[in-house]
Nanobody, 127 residues
Framework: QVQLVESGGGLVQPGGSLRLSCAAS????????VAWYRQAPGGKERKGVA?????????YYEELMEGRFTISRDNAKNLVYLQMNSVSPEDTAVYYC???????????????????WGQGTQVTVSA
């Protein structure tokens, strides 16, 4: 069964750090682009955060996250991570892990059309 399961969300203070994890099962992540999306409270759409292409051919960050967030993967463990630093209340959202096969240059990132989605993990930034 193909599945993506996020973990690591929770409550964090402004200026703090948090690392999200995404565990893939049923397929090997190496041939897939992997990305993180988020949906803010009351938000109508999910917005892209960061993407890493299949075989790590490219890495892309949305402008507001670049320099604060880092996407990485451990192919041996079939895991994807999102390291979040210097968070602010505006980063409060449900964060989703996604994957798309043979997408070497994150071409699916703009449209959000990924084949596999996780169920999401809540991140709340508050004092």
């Amino acid at each position: 069964q193909v599945q993506l399961v996020e973990s690591g969300g929770g409550l964090v203070q402004p200026g703090g750090s948090l690392r999200l994890s995404c565990a893939a099962s049923g397929f090997s992540l190496n041939q897939y682009s992997v990305a993180w999306y988020r949906q803010a409270p009351g938000g109508k759409e999910r917005k892209g955060v960061a993407c890493k292409g299949a075989h790590d051919r490219t890495t892309y960050y949305e402008e507001l996250m670049e320099g604060r967030f880092t996407i990485s993967r451990d192919n041996a463990k079939n895991l994807v991570y999102l390291q979040m630093n210097s968070v602010s209340p505006e980063d409060t959202a449900v964060y989703y892990c996604v994957a798309q096969i043979y997408d070497y240059f994150c071409l699916h990132f703009a449209s959000g059309e990924f084949e596999y989605w996780g169920q999401g993990t809540q991140v709340t930034v508050s004092a």
